[in-house]
């Protein structure tokens, strides 16, 4: 006989496991082909300022408009900044969503890419869980479809000061503004931003 805790995992994990083979055989009714549209450069230095009222200096940028459909769907802006992390400076690449408006000039953080020990090309980025967004990806849990073909790594393997580290991150090459931006809106999505 089971307990009343461990029937309760265990129908969890059975739902669960439901879940992910019937999402297999799902009909997609959204599509889920974008386009990314460079618009343009920021070449200013501007701030910003975090929730923890932490004012952060950016100097350069770059906006992107996401199409679905012929749609605008999100604008987001891809900005660079250094900022101190286990033991050194180093350099970030934050993507911010615009507000829902046109011509807002609010912006919200929505992916941050760290440069890695390993390359100083590959910047990292953390991978939220589809299942709680809020959560980080570990190593031994599903990738989801949209990063099947994304390089992910430990935080371990990518960062010397850290020793054990489970937790993902999908790598992306400095230069590539546009898997960042996908990466984005991948967790824009998740989040349900727009």
Same mark, same amino acid.
């Given at each position: 006989m089971l307990d009343a805790k461990t029937f309760a995992e265990m129908r969890e994990l059975i739902h669960q496991a439901i879940d992910d083979i019937l999402d297999d055989f799902r009909p997609n009714t959204e599509s889920n082909t974008h386009k990314i549209l460079h618009e343009?450069?920021?070449?200013?230095?501007f701030e910003y300022t975090w929730p923890d009222l932490t004012k952060e200096t950016y100097y350069s940028g770059q906006w992107f408009q996401v199409v679905e459909n012929g749609k605008d769907i999100a604008r987001f802006l891809v900005a660079h900044t250094s900022r101190l992390a286990w033991g050194k400076a180093r350099p970030r690449i934050v993507v911010f969503l615009q507000g829902r408006s046109e011509d807002s000039k609010a912006i919200y953080p929505l992916a941050e890419f760290v440069a890695?020990?390993?390359?100083?090309?590959?910047?990292?980025?953390?991978?939220?869980?589809?299942?709680?967004?809020?959560r980080m990806?570990?190593?031994?849990? $599903?990738l989801p479809k949209e990063l099947k073909? /994304?390089?992910? +790594?430990?935080?371990?393997?990518?960062?010397?000061?850290?020793?054990?580290? $489970?937790?993902?991150?999908?790598?992306?090459? /400095?230069?590539? +503004?546009?898997?960042?931006?996908?990466?984005?809106f991948w967790i824009g999505r998740l989040k349900k931003r727009f």
């Open positions: 343009e450069s920021i070449h200013d230095v890695c020990d390993s390359n100083e090309q590959d910047f990292a980025s953390k991978i939220p869980d589809p299942r709680h967004p809020q990806l570990k190593e031994g849990d $599903p073909d /994304a390089r992910v +790594e430990r935080v371990d393997k990518l960062f010397d000061s850290i020793q054990k580290g $489970p937790s993902l991150r999908r790598i992306v090459n /400095a230069k590539d +503004e546009i898997e960042m931006v996908d990466h984005a």
